[in-house]
């Protein structure tokens, strides 16, 4: 174990979206395919950059709207449609609902099947995921097939990453105090939420970002999940 905070950590929880299952490499090529029929003034690479952000901008305002759990996939259509209005690209919904078909077929990163099936070997292993139960469900089974111990989705609390009742409400399900779990998440915004919630946290930096200006930094930094089973001790 890095250290000795860390020797109570028994769980470790898993952002799914970008951090197991590599979003870039599974979306801009269907993207790119999009494009190729539908002009756009920017680039492939631009537009996704453009739709994830849109992501998170829809996922933050049901959180504070309190509109409640909208549901991932639903937040990503809305993204898009509004990022390919922003761009002026002429589309149908149906070509839109059409395109959303590809999320089923999202493909994990290599390093992180390798360090999944390792850090079985001595934690719980658990799916926090802003993803609607079901469809965390099939990917699991279908796309990323390592069993984890247990799949929660953020629909449980009714809010998405990275409000406290996401973070607050797994632990209860978990039957788990906060100093027991560890986040482990490509994104510092879910290290911020899970930390100030009393867990511990990992950072998996695999796209070269900083940490968030916060008081609540993640235990430790790695680059991937083969990185992290070693620094795990697995």
């Known amino acids: 174990m890095a250290s000795e905070p860390l020797r109570y950590v028994d769980t470790l929880t898993f952002d799914i979206f970008g951090t197991v299952l590599d979003l870039s490499g599974s979306l801009i090529p269907p993207i790119d395919e999009f494009l190729a029929s539908h002009p756009a003034p920017v680039s492939t690479k631009e537009l996704w ?8 901008i829809e996922q933050y305002q049901d959180n504070l709207l309190l509109l409640g759990h909208s ?15 922003a761009n002026k690209v002429d589309f149908e919904d149906l070509e839109v609902a059409n395109f ?8 994990p990163y290599k390093d992180a099947i390798e360090g999944l099936v390792r850090l079985r070997e001595k934690f719980d292993l658990v799916a926090l995921s802003n993803g609607e139960r079901s469809y965390l469900e099939h990917l699991v089974a279908n796309n990323i097939k390592v069993d984890f111990d247990t799949i929660i989705s953020v629909e449980e609390a009714g809010f998405f990453k990275p409000h406290p009742s996401v973070y607050r409400t797994s632990l209860q399900l978990l039957g788990k105090e906060p100093g027991q779990v560890m986040m482990v998440a490509a994104h510092s915004f879910d290290i911020v939420g899970a930390r100030a919630c ?18 609540y930094q993640p235990d430790f930094e790695v680059g991937d999940f083969v990185e992290l089973a070693n620094r795990l001790g697995v």
């Open 71 to 85: 549901g991932y996939l639903e937040t990503c259509r809305r993204a898009l449609v509004y990022t390919l209005k």
């Open 198 to 215: 009393g867990y511990r946290g990992v950072y998996v930096n695999r796209y070269g970002l900083p940490t968030e200006e916060s008081p």
């Open 100 to 107: 959303m078909s590809v999320y089923k077929d999202l493909r």
């Open 49 to 56: 950059s453009q739709w994830r952000a849109r992501q998170r």
